[in-house]
């Protein structure tokens, strides 16, 4: 079962604008929120994470909105740049790692 | 350097061939994983390991074994390789299942 479900599967965005991804989960136990970014070739690195007990957690151009009662989560790209273009994903965890079927995002200069 | 190796890199195999993709980290992590990477899939874990002798099945186990002798090292293998294992393969580890995640450079395996 997808215990993770991600949105769009690829999203193009012009220089300057905001890019935005979306997940939604179904089990209430995951505990921790995390976002990874893949560039191609390379394996997935931690971008931000959140906990359930906090609504919004912005780090630079990065923003994460967590809504726990709809159990869904966005990743927020301000001012998105060509070197942002890559594949995003979701992840829920418990224990274990549950990552979302992934977002291609291509930032066109 | 902190690194996460994995070998080997590329490998092109046949049916039934038994194999083994290594993992190696420096960073004295508890946590390992590995991960298949397929696409519109995204990653999905395969095997995870809390600690030296502790592992457990991920969301997709059937086919692999893991073994975990040594902190520092966590093979993956495959007894008995089917096309449908044809895969990028990552290993990742961690300080602890909640911690950041740091991935090998992946592994493209080919079953023919």
């Known amino acids: 079962q997808q215990q993770v479900k991600q949105s769009p599967q690829s999203l193009i965005v012009q220089k300057g604008g905001i890019s935005i991804i979306n997940c939604a989960y179904e089990n209430t136990a995951f505990d921790y929120f995390p976002w990874y970014q893949q560039f191609p070739g390379k394996g997935p690195a931690l971008l931000i994470a959140?906990?359930?007990?906090?609504s919004e957690k912005k780090e630079g151009r990065f923003t994460i909105s967590f809504n726990k009662s709809a159990k869904q989560f966005s990743l927020h790209i301000m001012d998105s740049q060509p070197g942002d273009s890559a594949t995003y994903f979701c992840?829920?965890?418990?224990?274990?790692?549950?990552f979302g079927s992934g977002t291609r995002l291509q930032v066109q200069p | 350097e902190a690194q996460v190796t994995q070998n080997p890199r590329y490998l092109i195999t046949v049916t039934g061939k038994k194999l083994t993709v290594t993992c190696s980290q420096n960073m004295n992590h508890e946590y390992m994983s590995w991960y298949r990477q397929d696409p519109g899939l995204g990653l999905r874990q395969i095997y995870y390991?809390?600690?030296?002798?502790?592992?457990d099945k991920g969301d997709v186990p059937e086919g692999y074994k893991v073994s975990r002798k040594e902190k520092r090292n966590f093979p993956l293998i495959l007894e008995s390789p089917s096309p449908n294992q044809t895969s990028l393969y990552f290993c990742?580890?961690?300080?602890?299942?909640?911690?950041?995640?740091?991935f090998g450079p992946g592994t493209r395996l080919t079953v023919l």
């Open positions: 990742a580890t961690a300080l602890g299942s909640y911690n950041e995640q740091f």
């Open positions: 390991s809390m600690n030296v002798e502790v592992t």
């Open positions: 959140i906990r359930p007990d906090v």
């Open positions: 992840a829920v965890i418990r224990r274990a790692l549950t």
